[in-house]
């Protein structure tokens, strides 16, 4: 596989998955960016982690377990709360792809504001209680987070200890998303682009939710 650089941000559930997907895949190179400690209550859903590396950082953790699995990967993490757009922006054109495994609307969107500014293209995964969600964003040529909803919604979401999710979910999730970020290196045109795969596992069923890019959409009409 192709040298590319990705980076992942956040090393939980979603991120643990991508991470080790793509290392064994060869990806070659990879940066991880969370700002969080492995912590007891999520270790079902983060394959990288385990009882021995509660209160450790996720990203050093990850970093090492990874490498020794993955001898020829390079990889980087960098122990970071990401709040503003220009850090992640200049980040971002480091590499070649981005992947959006975090946990909240906030960095959501950051990550797919930074992805247009840099004009990489973006992976976004999302899962929540038995449903799971991933789309790829091609920065000005596909449907963007912005064209789908606009702004973060106002209204306090559960976080995933409240919601509760499946570890098999965020597993299936984030193994498809790494496969989204294979297929751009290998230059495949089935990506899941202008569409929106959503997976519930409470009725096995799935479904391509078509989408449209909006022309007055405030991010990629304008970035």
């Known amino acids: 596989m192709p040298n590319h650089a990705t980076l992942i941000i956040g090393a939980g559930g979603l991120g643990s998955c991508v991470a080790m997907a793509l290392g064994t895949a060869g990806i070659g190179r990879m940066t991880l960016v969370d700002p969080d400690t492995?912590?007891?209550?999520?270790?079902?859903?983060?394959?990288l982690y385990m009882e021995a590396d509660l209160g450790a950082s996720k990203v050093d953790t990850a970093t090492i377990g990874?490498?020794?699995?993955?001898?020829n990967l390079e990889i980087g993490g960098m122990m970071l709360e990401l709040t503003e757009l220009d850090p992640l922006v200049a980040l971002a054109r480091e590499h070649d792809y981005i992947v959006d495994g975090s946990?909240?609307?906030a960095t959501?969107?950051?990550a797919n504001d930074a992805a247009l500014h840099a004009n990489r293209p973006l992976?976004?995964?999302?899962?929540?209680?038995?449903?799971?969600?991933?789309m790829t964003i091609l920065p000005h040529r596909s449907t963007c987070l912005r064209c789908l909803f606009d702004a973060p919604p106002d209204s306090?979401?559960?976080?995933?200890?409240?919601?509760?999710?499946l570890g098999p979910l965020v597993m299936e999730i984030g193994w498809l998303m790494a496969m989204e970020i294979v297929k751009?290196?290998?230059g495949t045109s089935d990506l899941l682009t202008n569409r929106m795969l959503t997976i519930d596992l409470e009725t096995g069923i799935r479904r391509h939710v078509p989408l449209a890019?909006?022309?007055d959409c405030r991010g990629c009409s304008t970035h």
Not at 38 to 47: E, F, G, I, M, T
């Open 38 to 47: 492995v912590a007891l209550s999520n270790l079902h859903r983060q394959p």
């Open 103 to 105: 946990d909240n609307f």
């Open 66 to 71: 990874l490498q020794q699995t993955c001898v």
């Open 123 to 134: 992976v976004h995964g999302a899962a929540s209680g038995l449903r799971g969600q991933l």
């Open 156 to 165: 306090i979401t559960p976080t995933c200890q409240e919601a509760g999710i």
């Open 213 to 215: 890019r909006q022309s």
């Open 108 to 110: 959501r969107f950051l």
């Open 184 to 186: 751009l290196t290998e």
